[in-house]
Structure formats: structure tokens, C-alpha cells
């Protein structure tokens, strides 16, 4: 057996999201080969020749694949899929939009987002926002399968000495062109990777009232997620949203604060280690998921905790 | 500009699932099904731009059993044209529906594709990418902002990072993230009218489709349910149990 999994990066750093990818991918057992496509991307292939656990890192590096276009990019995965038993990539943004290409490409069903790895062919995976489990089993000559960060630990991103290897020509499917991104600047810890988490929703009341949360957020080391209420009404973009359709944490501690607690929103954040629940309404579905609920108006008690954390 | 519009019949989206005690699936009987969210996102960015005199004719097409004409039905209340629906008992993968989808889209041309980003049942967000693949058509994935001009469409994507904006050449697919619109309600005279739109039935061997899976399903169970919390009186109290019970800051 023998996996290939696609690098998460930004052409400069290798994400974290890729780490986690690769120890689902040792569990699944065989030769874990990395794939770096991108633009002037050398740095990330050193990077991930380090990370332990890796046999060979493969680099693609071409100004078709700078952006990570998912028409260009599942050609080169398609092409140098062929001859492994695994295709993986992290269940972020980049790897749902690309993966499932590569699987239909390859003419096989893609299993999204797995949890757990139970055998080389049969996996856990969540379905109906996190209210069921999954176990599949895929017979497909090769298995396209997309992996949740947060239910891998990462693999140690020293101890590796992987070669690496140039490979694939250049596929340009001519069809699609970036044009340009707005990406969020923050110095706080990314939601994704981060210890804890302080989320806001409708409840906040507005953009600026975030503020409180922020200050919260900077005195616990944290990251600042948010509802989809809380992006819908504008108060915050949408990379912050946690849920069923935004992005899944699982931190260490996780604290919801305005949030009512719908399914969609607890299927990103019930498997945090800690939840923390402040809602005004005690009745407010969060505290049935809550290890400690406080039920109280969030003006007066967020400041508080702020002052005395 | 013709536009092509695929809705999933899903569970309403306010149901709590309950999986079954012999954990082969999850229990649907009796549950209040409804069309996919996104899938209406979708039939809504179509409504748009025909109202723009951007789209001329809008199709809604459905893979599964003869209930899901309700959703054509809904999409048809809601300003789409005509619907067709692929009658199959089967259980559908997304594979199969995209390879269903390409059969669809190969008679009827259409110059721009709508999909849902993901079905919140399945929760599998691949149909699009794959049926993209299928016809070798450029993708805009998880659209908050959808423009056509100059013979392309522009696509502003919700990524992990922020925003993202693609170019795609014309005929194009784009899937639908919830900030894309928010769906208007159907009014009654137009649920009436809805009923006289023409609605086609075609099967999966009509198409020339084989939908078989090569992923089986061997048990669904629930998740591990968390124990119940307490609910602490004071923030000093909750300071505490952070502190020195869970030992989390
Ligand atoms: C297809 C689909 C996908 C979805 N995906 C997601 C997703 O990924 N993530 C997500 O979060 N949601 C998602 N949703 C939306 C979800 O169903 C809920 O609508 C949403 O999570 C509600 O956000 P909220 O809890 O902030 O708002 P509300 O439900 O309005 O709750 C606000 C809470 O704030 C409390 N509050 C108000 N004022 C105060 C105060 N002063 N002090 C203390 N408490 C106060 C209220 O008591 C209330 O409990 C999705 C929905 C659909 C249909
Ligand atoms: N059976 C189906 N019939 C019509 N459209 C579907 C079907 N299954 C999936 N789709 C479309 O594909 C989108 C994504 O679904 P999925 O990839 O299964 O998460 C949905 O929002 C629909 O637009």
C-alpha cells in the first residue's frame, strides 16, 4: 500500500491541517508520500520532507498551480494518483473543492471527512450534522478520502528525512482564473489549530460588541469563532464561522457566549474538551452540551471574566 | 442563458435524527423532509438572475424516489421554469448523481450549473466538484457572490482563509454557500402555478447510467453523548472550575 497526501500551504509554510492528514494516513498503514503543488513552493517541500512519518515528498512547482485551482490541480493529482492505494487531503476549503474532482476523474465514490480510520478500506465518518456515525467500507481501487483535522492527532513535524522528488507536467485546464482574495489578518491563534476558542453569536448584537470578546480571546491566548447568525447579520466574517457548514474545532476549551446552541452550530465544536456556555435564556440548548453554563447577560459577565482570568 | 439547477430531498433541516436501534441506518419514517438549504440557496441565485435578464430558462432537476417532486415542485413555486426528476429507488452517491447530472446536462446544454455545496444529510460536499470533473467544466465552489458578464462568470468563494474570487470561462459550475442570498418564500398563486409547469420523469437506464456504489454502509450509530454539565451561580465561581477542576486556563 502506498498513500498520497495532498500538502495544505500557502507556498510558504505548510499547514498544519497536513500533519493531522498524515497521521491518518500511518494508521491507514503503507508508504505516505506528499504531494507540494504550488508556485515557488520549495520551502514548503522542505518543511514537509521533515515531518515524520514521510517517505518522499513529490513537488509540482508551477505557476498553474499557485492558486491551488482545482481544475489544474486534479489533473496532476489524477495523474500521479494512478499508483497509489489512498489519495487524502485534509477536509478544508482547498481539499473539498479539489478531491472530489480527482475522485470522479479516477472514476471512484470519495468518502469525506473521515473521523477514524478502523481498516485500510473502512472508515468513520459523520453524517447529519454530527447526529450519526458512520462506519463505510469503500472498494474502490483507489480511495479518495478527505480527513477532519481535529479527529487526528498531528504527526511531529521533525524527525522526518523523506527525499524529494520534482514531478508532473504542467496541466493548465485554461478554464478558470484567479482573480483575486481578501484573506483575514489576525495575530490570534488560528480557529482551526487553537488551545481555546471564544465564540460569539446573534446574541453579541453587533460587529463592534465583538470587541468585548476579542479582549477575552487576547487574555486566554485564544481564537474568536462565531455563529452563523453572528456572520449572516455581518458582524463578522465568514472564515470565523463554526458549525455543520463552517469550519470544526475541537479545542481544549471552548466557550460559547450568545450562541443558543443549534445542531448546526454544536456539530463544530461538541467534541471540545471543555464547553463553557454564557446565555441570558437558561433554557438555551448550549447548556445541554455544556460543562459549565452561566446563565447571565453576556455585557455584564464577559468583562468580568476578562478581569479576573 | 439557460441555467440548470440540481435540488437534493433531504431531512428539514430543524430535525434531530434518530438512528436506528439496529444501527443499520438512521430512521426516516415519518420524518418532515424538505429541500436541501443550499439547494434552495441555489434555485433562488437562478430566480435572480433570470429576473436580471440574465437567465432566460431555468430547469430544476432531482435524482431519487417519486417523493422528491415535492422539491421540483417547491423550486418550480419558487420561479424555475421546468423540472425533471430521475426516478431511482437506489441509494444515490454523489458520483452517481453527478454522472446523472452530465446525462441531464449533455440534452439540455445549459450555460451555467447551480448546485448546493453539500447535502446536510450526506454531509458529502462533492457532487459539484465531481460532476464538474465529468465535463471538464471550470468550478466556482462555495459562492458567496455570483456574476456573469462578458460570455464568464465571476465567483467570489468562501474559503478557510477568507474570500477568494475566480474567473470561469462560460458554460461554468458554481455550489452555494449560505451567504450567497437568502431564499424568498414561495406565495400561494405560485405554488397554483407551479402544479401546471411541466415536470419529465426519466430513469437512470433512459440516461444510459449505471449507479452503483463502491461504498457500503456498514453501521450507523450514535454519537457519544457529553454527560450534563452544571450551571455555576457567578463568574467567580466559574473562574474556580476552570482553574482548578478542569484545568483548562
Ligand atoms: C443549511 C444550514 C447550515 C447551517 N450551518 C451552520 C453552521 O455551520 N454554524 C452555525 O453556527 N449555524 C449554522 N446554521 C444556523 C443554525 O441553524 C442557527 O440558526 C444558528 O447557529 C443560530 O445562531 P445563534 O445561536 O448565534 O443565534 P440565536 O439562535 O438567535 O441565539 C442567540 C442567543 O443569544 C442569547 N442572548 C441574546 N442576548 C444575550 C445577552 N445579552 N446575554 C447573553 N445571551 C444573550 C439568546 O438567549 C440566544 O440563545 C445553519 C443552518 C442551516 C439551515
Ligand atoms: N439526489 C440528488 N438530486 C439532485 N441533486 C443532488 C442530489 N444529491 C446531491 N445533489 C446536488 O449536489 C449538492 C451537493 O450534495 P453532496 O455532494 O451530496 O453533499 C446538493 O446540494 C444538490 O445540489
Redesign the pocket.
Given at each position: 500500500m502506498s498513500i498520497l497526501v495532498l500538502a495544505e500551504h500557502d507556498n510558504a509554510s505548510l499547514n498544519a491541517a497536513t500533519l493531522a492528514v498524515v497521521s491518518a494516513a500511518k494508521a491507514i498503514g503503507g508508504d505516505v508520500d506528499v504531494l507540494v503543488a504550488g508556485e515557488g513552493c520549495g520551502a514548503v517541500a522542505e518543511q514537509a520532507a521533515q515531518v515524520d512519518g514521510v517517505s518522499k515528498v513529490l513537488v509540482a512547482d508551477n505557476a498553474a498551480y499557485g492558486h491551488q485551482l482545482a481544475e489544474n490541480l486534479s489533473l496532476l493529482i489524477t495523474e500521479l494518483g494512478k499508483g497509489y492505494s489512498h489519495i487524502l487531503a485534509a477536509a478544508s476549503t482547498t481539499g473539498k473543492n479539489v478531491l472530489p474532482r480527482v475522485a470522479a476523474l479516477l472514476d471512484v465514490d470519495q468518502i469525506s471527512d473521515i473521523i477514524a480510520v478502523e481498516s485500510a478500506d473502512t472508515f468513520k465518518r459523520p453524517i447529519y450534522a454530527g447526529n450519526a456515525i458512520a462506519t463505510v467500507q469503500s472498494s474502490a481501487p483507489v480511495k479518495v478520502i478527505t480527513v477532519r483535522g481535529t479527529a487526528f492527532d498531528k504527526a511531529a513535524e521533525t524527525g522526518g528525512s523523506a527525499s524529494v522528488e520534482q514531478v508532473g507536467a504542467a496541466h493548465d485546464a485554461g478554464t478558470s482564473a484567479f482573480v483575486g482574495e481578501e484573506l483575514a489578518k489576525s495575530d490570534r491563534p488560528e480557529l482551526a489549530a487553537a488551545g481555546i476558542v471564544v465564540s460569539g453569536g446573534r446574541g453579541m448584537g453587533n460587529g463592534e460588541n465583538f470587541e468585548i470578546l476579542y479582549s477575552l480571546a487576547d487574555k486566554l491566548g485564544a481564537a474568536v469563532g462565531a455563529s452563523r447568525a453572528a456572520v449572516d447579520a455581518g458582524f463578522v466574517p465568514n472564515d470565523m464561522q463554526v458549525g455543520q457548514t463552517g469550519k470544526i474545532v475541537a479545542p481544549e476549551l471552548y466557550v460559547a457566549v450568545g450562541i443558543s446552541g443549534a445542531i448546526q452550530h454544536l456539530a463544530g465544536m461538541k467534541e471540545s474538551k471543555i464547553i463553557v456556555a454564557i446565555n441570558k435564556d437558561e433554557e438555551a440548548p448550549i447548556f445541554q452540551v455544556a460543562d459549565y453554563g452561566l446563565v447571565a447577560d453576556l455585557f455584564e459577565a464577559v468583562p468580568e471574566l476578562t478581569g479576573k482570568v | 442563458m439557460k441555467v440548470l439547477v440540481?435540488?437534493?430531498r433531504v431531512i428539514d433541516y430543524n430535525v434531530k435524527v434518530r438512528v436506528k436501534s439496529d444501527n443499520t441506518d438512521v430512521d426516516l419514517t415519518n420524518v418532515k423532509m424538505a429541500i436541501?438549504p443550499?439547494?434552495e440557496i441555489?434555485v433562488e441565485e437562478a430566480v435572480r438572475l433570470k429576473e436580471q435578464g440574465v437567465a432566460s430558462e431555468i430547469v430544476v432537476?432531482?435524482?431519487?424516489p417519486k417523493a422528491?417532486q415535492e422539491q421540483i415542485r417547491t423550486a418550480l413555486a419558487l420561479g424555475a421554469d421546468r423540472g425533471i426528476q430521475v426516478e431511482t429507488e437506489d441509494k444515490?452517491d454523489?458520483l452517481a448523481?453527478a454522472k446523472l447530472?452530465k446525462a441531464v446536462y449533455d440534452e439540455e446544454k445549459p450555460d451555467l450549473v447551480i448546485?448546493?455545496?453539500?447535502?446536510i444529510d450526506?454531509?458529502?460536499?462533492?457532487?459539484?466538484q465531481m460532476f464538474a470533473a465529468l465535463t471538464g467544466l471550470p468550478q466556482g465552489t462555495f459562492a458567496s457572490e455570483v456574476k456573469v458578464a462578458d460570455g464568464k462568470v465571476s465567483v467570489t468563494r468562501e474559503i478557510d482563509g477568507g474570500l477568494q474570487t475566480v474567473a470561469l470561462n462560460l458554460p461554468a459550475v458554481v455550489?452555494t454557500d449560505l451567504r450567497l442570498n437568502e431564499p424568498r418564500y414561495a406565495s400561494l398563486p405560485n405554488i397554483m402555478k407551479a402544479k401546471r409547469k411541466p415536470l419529465d420523469v426519466k430513469t437512470p437506464a433512459d440516461l444510459g447510467v449505471e449507479v452503483a456504489s463502491s461504498v457500503t454502509l456498514l453501521k450507523v450509530e450514535a454519537p457519544a453523548e457529553r454527560s450534563a454539565g452544571i450551571k455555576v451561580g457567578s463568574v467567580d465561581e466559574l473562574v474556580e472550575k476552570l482553574k482548578n477542576e478542569a484545568k483548562v486556563i
Open positions: - | 440540481a435540488v437534493k436541501n443550499f439547494c441555489a432537476v432531482s435524482m431519487g422528491c444515490l454523489s448523481v447530472l448546485l448546493g455545496k453539500q447535502a450526506s454531509d458529502n460536499n462533492q457532487t459539484g455550489t
